[in-house]
Structures are given as structure tokens and as C-alpha cells.
T-cell receptor
Framework: GQSLEQPSEVTAVEGAIVQINCTYQ??????LSWYQQHDGGAPTFLSY????GLEETGRFSSFLSRSDSYGYLLLQELQMKDSASYFC??????????FGSGTKLNVKP | NAGVTQTPKFQVLKTGQSMTLQCAQD?????MSWYRQDPGMGLRLIHY???????DQGEVPNGYNVSRSTTEDFPLRLLSAAPSQTSVYFC????????????FGSGTQLSVL
């Protein structure tokens, strides 16, 4: 199968750090991506991990461990505008992409 | 650059009607794809194309047809709409090869009555 598992909802306060985990099945795995989607909007690309380790882009970081079939998205210095849904996605041969069900992040003041 | 443009933004159909969702990109992307998103679910791949004249099925292709006559356009056709096809549809494109970054259109909200 191609399923990805991530928590359905996470709540955090402004200024805090939050981690959104994603586990996946390994068949034909090429890499793990993360997307952000605000209510009523389109998904936008945040980060990609093709190899093990940490990728940092400003306040957002993403981590991958192929041996554990696990990755996470780390959001630091949370802002109200970070309230959105976050999806992990995996590609199998660069042509088929499978998305998790999404994690709704609620940032409270 | 306009990026990925989808039309229409909203559409209501009756069961059995047919229609075409339009998708165009101006980034010279080789790869284009269609997803549907249902409440509480992630995006599911319907069809994709790796270049003009080449299309293939994704996870949920039944009831949908696609064609890719040009690099820029990738229309999605619903042959005989069913209530189960009520969803939000997104078109996405990217450069070919190992590049993983998908660019999404703004979506089409489709209701089938």
C-alpha cells in the first residue's frame, strides 16, 4: 500500500514549537514532501527530504529517517498565520504522489 | 507567470451530465496531474502525464478521462457525473525527473446533485 499516517489535529500557542509526525510504507519510496494548505486554498510546497537528515527553511524544518520509515515537520516561533493543514506526501517513482490525510494545526494566542 | 490556472472555480452538475475541468500552466512543466480532495482526506491522484501525448492512471481513475495534446494543457473530463464525484479538484504540475515540488492550481469545487 501507499498509506501515510499523520495526526489529525495539533494545537499549540503562538511562539511555541510544534512537530508533526508522518510514518509511511516503504515500497518504492523516493522521498517525503510537506505541503501547507489554508482553509479554502490550494496546497503549497514547504519542504522535501530525499535523504536522511534535516532540511531547514526559515522557521520550518523537515526530517527524514528512512530506516524508521518516519519523518516530521518542525515549525518554530509559531505565528497565527501558521494555522492551516499540513500534509506529508511521498513519491514512488517521481510520477505518482501519495498524500497523508493531513494534520490541522490550530495556533492559539 | 500565472502559474497553474484552473477553470471553473465552482460547478454544479446533475447526475449523468458530462463536463471538462480545464488546467493550464505557463511554466513549461513536463509533468501535470489531477487530484481530488474530499473532507478530512488527503489528496488522491486521479491521472497524471509526464509529457504531451503521455497519460497514465493514478489511485482513483474510474469515471475520469484525460488527454495531453500540448505541454501547457491537461483537461479532466467527467464522462457521466455521479454524486460520488462531488469533491474539490486540484491540478498540479512540476518539472520532470527527480524534482518533487508540485505547483497547485486554485482548485475547482464540484457538486453533483
Amino acid at each position: 500500500g501507499q498509506s501515510l499516517e499523520q495526526p489529525s489535529e495539533v494545537t499549540a500557542v503562538e511562539g511555541a514549537i510544534v512537530q508533526i509526525n508522518c510514518t509511511y510504507q516503504t515500497s518504492g519510496f523516493y522521498g517525503l514532501s510537506w505541503y501547507q494548505q489554508h482553509d479554502g486554498g490550494a496546497p503549497t510546497f514547504l519542504s522535501y527530504n530525499g535523504l536522511d537528515g534535516l532540511e531547514e527553511t526559515g522557521r520550518f524544518s523537515s526530517f527524514l529517517s528512512r530506516s524508521d520509515s518516519y519523518g516530521y515537520l518542525l515549525l518554530q516561533e509559531l505565528q497565527m498565520k501558521d494555522s492551516a493543514s499540513y500534509f506529508c506526501a511521498r513519491g514512488d517513482n517521481f510520477n505518482k504522489f501519495y498524500f497523508g490525510s493531513g494534520t490541522k494545526l490550530n495556533v492559539k494566542p | 507567470n500565472a502559474g497553474v490556472t484552473q477553470t471553473p472555480k465552482f460547478q454544479v452538475l446533475k447526475t449523468g451530465q458530462s463536463m471538462t475541468l480545464q488546467c493550464a500552466q505557463d511554466m513549461n512543466h513536463e509533468y501535470m496531474s489531477w487530484y481530488r480532495q474530499d473532507p478530512g482526506m488527503g489528496l488522491r491522484l486521479i491521472h497524471y502525464s509526464v509529457g504531451a501525448g503521455i497519460t497514465d492512471q493514478g489511485e482513483v481513475p474510474n469515471g475520469y478521462n484525460v488527454s495531453r495534446s500540448t505541454t501547457e494543457d491537461f483537461p479532466l473530463r467527467l464522462l457521466s457525473a455521479a454524486p460520488s464525484q462531488t469533491s474539490v479538484y486540484f491540478c498540479a504540475s512540476k518539472f520532470g525527473g527527480a524534482n518533487e515540488k508540485l505547483f497547485f492550481g486554485s482548485g475547482t469545487q464540484l457538486s453533483v446533485l
